[in-house]
């Protein structure tokens, strides 16, 4: 009896990590990576968790001690001072990069980003896609619970940004991201606000990286009474501009 041929098992997706940048996010940290490695376990994919103390005046360095004690997939970076966004994610990679993860995908740990819009980065990672961005403005996308001056500051800028740089992106400020560990080694970013986010994206086009994105639903902050802890401040846009139309080499 001649037996069949199987059929090939689907590949699996590259080994990734998730990054949390945090400041000041000990009311969010025990909920955020709960809820970020129940999803990882349940995916069982050898994921981990790279949270960044960026030099937190609360209590979020103890709370994340605790939670490494009973979470085999965390892995802790600490800042002994506050340095920005820019500097927690540059750290988060160098822990990517030296972790030997294919991917790192970075969130934010406020609750803003429900890890199970993580399921639609994966796709994108099989195909081996550089530069992975999660998107506010592509069809099966909401914003829930956020004020219309700050969607309509978002939207213009994205619109802005998309129409200087000519890629196949919709969502250019948002931090929910996944980078290919190969292109994160040739990033060489310095900005440590929240304009890195358009300075790594005008490296990563002009280093020929190719683009991709997942809709996902952006809602409020969680914690009652919890405020953004990374601030935008006027030098944030003024770089996002100076990033957009610098001259091109």
């Given at each position: 009896m001649t037996s069949r041929p199987t059929a090939p098992s689907p590949p699996l997706p590259p080994r990734f990590c998730v990054v949390l940048p945090m400041y000041n996010e000990g009311a969010?940290?025990?909920a955020c990576i709960g809820a970020i490695d129940t999803l990882l376990s349940g995916l069982d994919l050898g994921a981990a968790i790279i949270a960044v103390d960026d030099g937190s005046s609360d209590d979020t360095w103890s709370v994340l001690q605790d939670l490494a004690?009973?979470?085999p997939s965390l892995r802790l970076c600490r800042h002994g001072t506050n340095q920005g966004y820019g500097a927690a994610n540059r750290t988060g990679f160098?822990?990517?990069i030296a972790?030997?993860?294919d991917y790192a995908l970075v969130m934010d740990a406020d609750g803003t980003q429900d890890p199970q819009f993580i399921r639609g980065f994966l796709p994108h990672m099989r195909q081996g896609v550089d530069f992975i961005k999660a998107t506010r403005y592509a069809r099966g996308s909401r914003v829930e619970g956020v004020d219309i001056r700050r969607k309509a500051?978002?939207?213009l800028g994205n619109r802005v940004a998309k129409a200087a740089l000519r890629i196949?992106?919709?969502d250019f400020t948002n931090g929910f991201r996944a980078i290919r560990g190969e292109l994160l080694k040739k990033l060489t970013t310095h900005d440590n606000g929240f304009s890195v986010l358009m300075e790594e994206v005008v490296q990563a086009r002009r280093?020929?990286?190719s683009f991709a994105e997942v809709p996902y639903t952006l809602t409020v902050r969680r914690a009652p009474g919890s405020t953004s802890k990374f601030t935008y401040s006027f030098a944030v846009y003024r770089n996002y501009l100076r990033y957009l139309f610098r001259p091109r080499g």
């Amino acid at each position: 009896m001649t037996s069949r041929p199987t059929a090939p098992s689907p590949p699996l997706p590259p080994r990734f990590c998730v990054v949390l940048p945090m400041y000041n996010e000990g009311a969010n940290a025990r909920a955020c990576i709960g809820a970020i490695d129940t999803l990882l376990s349940g995916l069982d994919l050898g994921a981990a968790i790279i949270a960044v103390d960026d030099g937190s005046s609360d209590d979020t360095w103890s709370v994340l001690q605790d939670l490494a004690t009973v979470t085999p997939s965390l892995r802790l970076c600490r800042h002994g001072t506050n340095q920005g966004y820019g500097a927690a994610n540059r750290t988060g990679f160098a822990a990517a990069i030296a972790g030997g993860f294919d991917y790192a995908l970075v969130m934010d740990a406020d609750g803003t980003q429900d890890p199970q819009f993580i399921r639609g980065f994966l796709p994108h990672m099989r195909q081996g896609v550089d530069f992975i961005k999660a998107t506010r403005y592509a069809r099966g996308s909401r914003v829930e619970g956020v004020d219309i001056r700050r969607k309509a500051i978002s939207w213009l800028g994205n619109r802005v940004a998309k129409a200087a740089l000519r890629i196949p992106l919709t969502d250019f400020t948002n931090g929910f991201r996944a980078i290919r560990g190969e292109l994160l080694k040739k990033l060489t970013t310095h900005d440590n606000g929240f304009s890195v986010l358009m300075e790594e994206v005008v490296q990563a086009r002009r280093l020929g990286a190719s683009f991709a994105e997942v809709p996902y639903t952006l809602t409020v902050r969680r914690a009652p009474g919890s405020t953004s802890k990374f601030t935008y401040s006027f030098a944030v846009y003024r770089n996002y501009l100076r990033y957009l139309f610098r001259p091109r080499g």
